[in-house]
Structures are given as C-alpha cells and as structure tokens.
Nanobody, 124 residues
Framework: QVQLVESGGGLVQAGGSLRLSCVAS????????MGWFRQAPGKEREFVAR????????YYADSVKGRFTISRDNSKNTVYLQMDTLKPEETAVYYC?????????????????WGQGTQVTVSS
C-alpha cells in the first residue's frame, strides 16, 4: 500500500502560480512513477503530468506544457507540481497518483494509488 497526501491548493488569480506537493508513505517511493491528474465539476478526471521513478523523465498534457513543471525528491518521498500562468478553466481538484509501471501511462485507471485531492480555484 502507498498512502498519498496532497497539499498546496488554494485560490489564485488568473495568471498566478501555485505549487502542489504530494507526500507518499508506505512502500518505497522510488519504485513508483508519479502522476498528477485533475477533475473539474461535471468532467472526467484528466491527465496533467507524469514523472519517472528517478525523476529523469517527465511527460505533460499538451494543455499544460510550458506552464506546469513536475518534479520529485525521493529523499523526501515527495512529488511536486509547479503551476504557472494558471487559467480559470484549470479550476479543479488536483490528485497525485502512483504507478509501478515504467510505461508512460496517462489514463487514470492505470494508476494504482491515489491521494484525496487538493482544490485549486483560479479566479478570472
């Protein structure tokens, strides 16, 4: 089992920035690739970003490329999502998730463990 706890959400104006954190406990953190997803009201959960076990490889949804940065610190069992130039349509609950596979997965059902989510609200 891997337990994931997100933090760092909040209210920000359009064009602003937030940094989300996700702390893992349980199994060996470095054995898992990590992903960030988001879900807006009435919409399906969508992929945002993924980082490999070592942190050497990252992958982003086209909608966030150049504005969001995923990173991890395996010594702290933590994955981060730096979000810059936020848009109102990016208001959602943001979730981190863990995936033992080395294949780049972007579908939510491919991730094994999930946090409870953190709310991000971007005002216009």
């Amino acid at each position: 089992q891997v337990q994931l706890v997100e933090s760092g959400g909040g209210l920000v104006q359009a064009g602003g920035s937030l940094r989300l954190s996700c702390v893992a406990s349980g199994r060996t953190f470095s054995n898992y690739a990590m992903g960030w997803f988001r879900q807006a009201p009435g919409k399906e959960r969508e992929f945002v970003a993924r980082i490999s076990r070592s942190g050497g490889s990252t992958y982003y949804a086209d909608s966030v490329k150049g504005r969001f940065t995923i990173s991890r610190d395996n010594s702290k069992n933590t994955v981060y999502l730096q979000m810059d130039t936020l848009k109102p349509e990016e208001t959602a609950v943001y979730y981190c998730a863990a995936d033992r596979s080395t294949v780049v997965h972007t579908a939510s059902h491919q991730y094994e463990y999930w946090g409870q989510g953190t709310q991000v609200t971007v005002s216009s």
